[in-house]
């Protein structure tokens, strides 16, 4: 519907049924074939799941944060902050496939990878959470130097930011939730505060 659809707007009904049927069965195989990766990692899948998301989510939320909350972003930076966010995330991806965790019963040893992959290796062995904190701080200061040594954003533009609304949907949107909407969303993030440090 993304992109099929408005690549082909006048496809009928069914033609865009039979193109969901083909992209969900591209993605299930992609999923299938994923596997044997996920297996060359090493890690529980809680751990995989957290590792990867780790790696692509400081260039997203950066993006997210400062198109939202700081006027002063601007495209240029975005696009060029996202790119080395992503590529530093799909980096660390790529040196954990090839490398992987050192193991012992017959697998390389650390000292034998350390001579194959030298710096690699080193930067393959800060844990994934140090890592992703690191991509995060770099996207932070690339989007605010690009932004501040790049033209600022004409006023129409910022329509969309936390700046850009009228008193009118300001008022909207606080009339749209009430202390029962607090409550429940206190609830749902104490729960998932204890799955968090019951699996610590």
């Given at each position: 519907m993304d992109f099929y659809q408005?690549?082909?707007p006048t496809a009928s009904g069914r033609t865009q049924v039979f193109v969901g049927r083909i992209a969900t069965g591209v993605i299930v195989l992609v999923g299938i074939l994923w596997?044997?990766?996920?297996?060359?990692?090493?890690k529980n899948l809680y751990e995989y799941l957290q590792s990867v998301q780790?790696?692509?989510?400081p260039a997203i939320a950066v993006l997210f944060v400062a198109g939202i909350f700081w006027k002063r972003t601007t495209a240029p930076a975005a696009f060029w902050s996202f790119l080395v966010g992503a590529f530093g995330g799909f980096f660390r991806l790529g040196l954990d496939?090839?490398?992987g965790r050192p193991l012992k019963d017959g697998h390389a040893t650390a000292e034998m990878l350390q001579v194959q992959y030298g710096f690699l290796f080193n930067l393959q062995q800060i844990h994934w959470l140090y890592y992703a904190e690191g991509l995060l701080i770099v996207t932070v200061l690339l989007i605010v130097v690009?932004?501040?040594l790049t033209k600022a954003p004409a006023k129409e533009t910022i329509v969309y930011t936390a700046y850009g609304a009228t008193p009118e949907e300001k008022a909207a949107t606080r009339a749209s939730w009430d202390v029962w909407d607090v409550v429940h969303t206190v609830i749902i993030l104490g729960i998932v505060a204890v799955f968090y440090?019951?699996?610590w």
């Open positions: 408005k690549w082909h596997i044997p990766v996920m297996k060359t990692l090493g780790g790696y692509m989510s496939l090839l490398i690009l932004s501040l440090f019951s699996f």
